[in-house]
């Protein structure tokens, strides 16, 4: 029985454990973050921000933005009291003064979102991935492996 429930936990976790995951590296603020297999990249912004990734029934955001305001946990509460703004639901969120998360529920719907300092926090970096609650269970080991892979690069092309 045991081994069942191992083999099932491998087959579930699998996709976020393959090989087949991408790597995007942000030059203009300094970051990186593994991209889920299956995910499209869009492009990269105009400005050089980041890119939108999706799937037919997800989307994950990763961007950087300069913090023209307070510090980072002000950034982080901003960024969080928006996504509530935007009818989130917001259950859960966490904030140091070099990292923060959320996540909220609207409609069928699940968000996720991770920010960092970035720059001795003058910037940020963040991520938001949005997805069916359906799929609540296979996101978890996604979004674990996100938040692991997330992380500031050797510096931007516009840290001093």
Not at 56 to 61: E, N, Q, Y
Not at 78 to 84: P, T, W, Y
């Amino acid at each position: 029985m045991m081994r069942l429930v191992l083999a099932l936990l491998l087959l579930i976790a699998s996709p976020a454990l393959s090989a087949d995951w991408g790597h995007y590296v942000n030059v203009r603020y300094g970051y990186a973050i593994d991209v889920p297999p299956g995910f499209a990249g869009h492009g990269e912004a105009d400005n050089g921000d980041g890119q939108l990734f999706s799937t037919p029934t997800a989307t994950l955001r990763v961007y950087g933005a300069n913090i023209l305001e307070g510090d980072f946990e002000t950034a982080a509460h901003d960024r969080e009291a928006a996504a509530a703004d935007d009818g989130w639901a917001i259950a859960y969120q966490v904030s140091t003064p070099n990292r923060a998360s959320f996540s909220g529920q609207r409609g069928g719907r699940i968000v996720y979102g991770r920010l960092i300092a970035l720059c001795g926090g003058t910037e940020l970096a963040a991520f938001e991935l949005e997805y069916s609650k359906a799929y609540l269970t296979r996101f978890n080991a996604v979004v674990d492996r996100l938040v692991q892979s997330f992380r500031a690069t050797d510096g931007s092309a516009m840290c001093g």
